[in-house]
């Protein structure tokens, strides 16, 4: 009894938007600028595609404070998505004063809509998407 129990529990916390809530798209030409359009533009946030060791692209929101003196990665659930939680992550960011880099804990939704795929993610390969955001957002920093 315990198996089906754990596997409807699964089906339930895996349950993200389909169709996602929002696109990326690109500003210019040169695809150096992102942005979401499902929510309002932000010169304080800015919307970045991570690539990973295995060519994957995950979808990243940092959100600045002009007078934070550290930032949290943030790796979102399941159940959730970018295009929702994003008015969240700004108020997070002010109320903690705090850089706040925020993350599909999956690869992206968005970007490639493979939801089979996105249901067999590791834990490890969660936590190289970590470690892949923590240097993102490293060099943000520093080029600030």
């Known amino acids: 009894m315990g198996g089906v129990t754990s596997s409807i529990a699964a089906k339930f916390a895996f349950f993200p938007p389909n169709p996602p ?3 990326v798209i ?3 030409s040169a695809g150096d600028k992102l942005y979401i359009p499902e929510v309002a533009r ?7 595609k991570l690539k990973t060791r295995r060519g994957n692209e995950i979808v990243a929101v940092h959100v ?5 003196s550290s930032t949290l990665l943030y790796s979102h ?8 939680m994003f008015e969240l992550f700004v108020e997070l960011s002010a109320r903690l004063r705090v850089n706040l880099m925020v993350f599909a804990g999956m690869t992206t939704l ?3 809509n493979q939801l089979e795929s996105q ?3 590791t834990p490890m390969q969660t936590l190289m998407q970590l470690i892949n955001a923590s240097r ?3 060099e943000l920093k520093m080029n600030n």
């Not at 932000?42 to 970045?48: E, N, P, S």
């Not at 600045?64 to 934070?68: G, N, S, T």
């Open 77 to 84: 659930g399941n159940a959730a998505d970018l295009g929702q």
């Open 136 to 138: 993102k957002s490293m």
């Open 26 to 28: 690109a500003e210019d």
């Open 119 to 121: 249901r067999n993610i």
């Open 42 to 48: 932000r010169d304080d946030v800015d919307v970045l």
């Open 21 to 23: 809530s929002y696109t």
């Open 64 to 68: 600045k404070h002009p007078r934070a």
């Open 110 to 112: 968005a970007m490639d």
